[in-house]
């Protein structure tokens, strides 16, 4: 089974920082990974797919990079509406896909 | 509106069974997988399954086979999860979301599988 880490577990940032959170795959997933964000109580939403494709309707500071085993999700300039959770997900196994555990973000 | 409505919340008691539906509007129901994802109280997403609603062909996560059971009614394009032997563990919000697939770029074709639709959630606690 393919297993997915995230780092950090948690951050703190002000508006306007630069945020970058990593997830790292077991193996290689070649680009086959998606990023989602959560805030509480809510359902989670695609931000970014094969990763890098911005999903329709998604802010442009969002932004996805990487293949093989290492991927980064980077928020140019944080917004107040983005202090959540968000998680990685492998898709290379289709149909049976894995969370990664998660990073959130919150107000330094 | 492409939208997915779950089932209101279920309290059940240890070792009895639940299933919670996911009805699909605004898209081809059939045209589309359903994958379930599971949420305990203050943990990350956990996926439990996919139904592929066009020729019912299923996959499970392996802590959970023979206990889950997924299942697409395409003629109420209605999705079910139905989860056996429930534990207190199992306590969690469950939600289903539309798989979709998108071809890259390139040859040889390849396709890439995300979840871009979700239900609101369904609670289920189990308590004695």
């Known amino acids: 089974d393919i297993q997915m880490t995230q780092s950090p577990s948690s951050l703190s940032a002000s508006v306007g920082d630069r945020v970058t959170i990593t997830c790292r795959a077991s193996q290689s997933i070649s680009r086959y990974l998606n990023w989602y964000q959560q805030k509480p109580g809510k359902a989670p939403n695609l931000l970014i797919y094969g990763a890098s494709s911005l999903q329709s309707g998604v802010p442009s500071r969002f932004s996805g990079s990487g293949s093989g085993t290492d991927f980064t999700l980077t928020i140019s300039s944080l917004q107040p509406e983005d202090f959540a959770t968000y998680y990685c997900q492998q898709s290379y196994s289709t149909p049976i896909f894995t969370f990664g555990p998660g990073t959130k973000v919150d107000i330094k | 509106q492409v939208q997915l409505e779950q089932s209101g919340a279920e309290v059940k008691k240890p070792g009895a069974s639940v299933k919670v539906s996911c009805k699909a509007s605004g898209f081809t129901f059939t045209s589309y997988g359903i994958s379930w994802v599971r949420q305990a109280p203050g943990q990350g997403l956990e996926w439990m399954g996919w139904?592929?609603?066009?020729?019912?062909?299923?996959n499970y996560a392996q802590r959970l086979q023979g206990r889950v059971t997924l299942t697409a009614d395409t003629s109420t394009r209605t999705a079910y999860m139905e989860l056996r032997s429930l534990r207190s563990d199992d306590t969690a919000v469950y939600y289903c979301?539309?798989?979709?697939?998108?071809?890259?770029?390139?040859?040889?074709?390849?396709?890439?599988?995300?979840?871009?639709?979700w239900g609101k959630g369904t609670a289920v606690t189990v308590s004695s």
């Open positions: 979301a539309r798989v979709t697939e998108t071809s890259g770029s390139g040859s040889p074709p390849y396709y890439y599988y995300y979840m871009d639709v």
């Open positions: 139904i592929s609603v066009y020729n019912d062909n299923t």
